[in-house]
């Protein structure tokens, strides 16, 4: 694929995701709705060894044991507070925010993880599938 950028407000964290994504998730986890404020947030994820590259300073790092029971250190920029992604080493896995990529259209999610947490007011997309609670990373993981 052809590489992709993305950077957090101010530029002062600049990246790049040289892989296809593993996948386009909208996340309706509680963590995600409060990192990103809104009812679920936009996760592009590639392989975290080599799927993403930081092209400038390093971001700031906050550490957390997710619902699932897994390390996922969430990174953000010291100057604006942007999210830019997420690093989950059990499973390779770096959680971009997908809408930091300068490509806008590249993001098209076809996923909805922990739907359950989604406030009742919000309309599902159910042209894509859906999963209440549980990732499909969580048991479709084989390596
Ligand atoms: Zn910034
Ligand atoms: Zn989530």
Redo the contacts with the bound molecule.
């Keep these: 694929m052809k590489f992709k950028k993305g950077k ?6 600049v990246f790049e995701v040289q892989a296809d994504p593993i996948y386009m998730v909208n996340c309706f986890c509680r963590d995600c709705q409060i990192v990103s404020g809104s009812q679920f947030y936009a996760a592009y994820g590639v392989s975290l060894k080599s799927g993403l590259i930081n092209l400038s300073n390093e971001p700031s790092s906050y550490r957390i044991i997710s619902a699932s029971g897994r390390e996922n250190t969430r990174k953000f ?1 010291p ?2 507070g ?1 999210r830019v992604w997420a690093e989950i080493p059990e499973l390779d896995l770096a959680s971009v925010s997908g809408f930091a990529l300068e490509d806008r259209e590249h993001f098209k999610p076809t996923i909805n993880y922990h739907t359950k947490q989604a406030p009742e007011w919000c309309l599902i997309d159910t042209t894509m599938t859906s999963y209440k609670e549980q990732e499909i990373l969580a048991t479709d993981q084989s390596d």
């Design positions: 957090c407000l101010c530029g002062h964290i920029c100057r604006c942007s």
